[in-house]
């Protein structure tokens, strides 16, 4: 893969994201173009589906450069996130030793923990890039860790580097693009935020929603995508336990597509409202004429605005 300059303006960290049907607002531009020109880690915050892991993605895709995930969660330890000795691999070699009659066990232990043996979890391989080509590395939804491994993470985003017992201090040649994800689930400490440019990923508007739905579903009916994007964007000021994301969107406005639906009725929005809710409590409340009374809404402000 071959890596690709940093954008050299605001305008054009928005041609970059663009050209990978990205649609972000000029805040999240700004943020990117300044994380990459001063090299530091972004911290992404927001609701679940509002496109937060798809920016290291697209940033990976558009950079050429290789992505590393670490996907979070409760009880990540070290040897899931860092790095481990290949233990069974190991004691094949010492036992290859011990018949062949080696009894140098100074020698036998350098081998046996050398590079050869051990296994690079992301964090570990995120520190291996080369200049010029550092991966873009995701510590995807950091909120479902302890404060162990926040403490561990602040140590290793200060200086980029970890510390092997058996092999000494590997540091990073170039520092990787570090994108840090949260849902919000708790707050992460202050000391792990000040060493991150910080941003509140939210809900997109209905006109870039909109024009969201028109790159990922290209083959929706325009009719149909004005009418999801707006019921959607009323359905997001309801009190409900968990509003549907931009994910949610592209996935309804996917399905209804393939069964070929022009428009929103309340017989589609019934049979298919599972795409877009996934608590009952939810659903039921919509099925009881809150999903009806929110299209008569919708088809009224679309036919006045036409």
């Not at 609701?47 to 950079?63: C, F, M, N």
């Not at 009323?234 to 393939?258: H, M, N, S, Y």
Request: glycine fraction near 6%.
């Amino acid at each position: 893969m071959q890596s690709k300059p940093f954008p050299e303006t605001i305008d054009q960290t928005l041609a970059l994201l663009e050209g990978q049907d990205y649609v972000a607002d000029r805040a999240l531009a700004t943020v990117l173009f300044l994380g990459l020109r001063m090299k530091r880690p972004l911290f992404l915050e927001g609701e679940a589906g509002v496109g937060k892991t798809e920016i290291a993605k697209v940033l990976a895709s558009a950079l050429g450069r290789r992505l590393i995930r670490l996907q979070c969660y409760e009880g990540l330890d070290i040897s899931s996130a860092v790095y481990e000795w290949n233990y069974a691999a190991q004691m094949i070699e010492i036992r290859i030793g011990e018949a062949a009659g080696a009894v140098d066990r100074s020698a036998m232990e350098r081998n046996v923990f050398s590079e050869k043996y051990l296994i690079r979890r992301p964090v570990l391989d995120a520190l291996g890039g080369k200049k010029g080509a550092a991966p873009v590395f995701l510590i995807d939804e950091l909120d479902r860790t302890d404060e162990a491994f926040e403490a561990f993470l602040l140590e290793i985003l200060s200086d980029y580097q970890v510390t092997v017992p058996e092999l000494g201090t590997i540091r990073a040649e170039e520092p990787p693009i570090v994108i840090i994800t949260t849902n919000r689930t708790r707050e992460i400490h202050d000391a792990l935020k000040r060493r991150c440019l910080y941003h509140w990923v939210d809900y997109p508007n209905a006109e870039r929603e909109l024009e969201i739905v028109r790159r990922k579903v290209p083959n929706a009916n325009r009719r149909l995508s004005a009418e999801i994007v707006h019921f959607i964007q009323k359905l997001r000021q309801i009190d409900l336990f968990k509003v549907p994301g931009v994910a949610e969107t592209i996935d309804w406005a996917g399905a209804l597509t393939e069964l070929d639906k022009l428009a929103l009725d309340p017989e589609t929005i019934s049979d298919t409202i599972g795409v877009l809710l996934k608590y009952q409590d939810d659903i039921a409340r919509i099925g009881e004429g809150e999903g009806r009374r929110i299209l008569d809404e919708v088809k009224t402000e679309l036919a006045a605005a036409e």
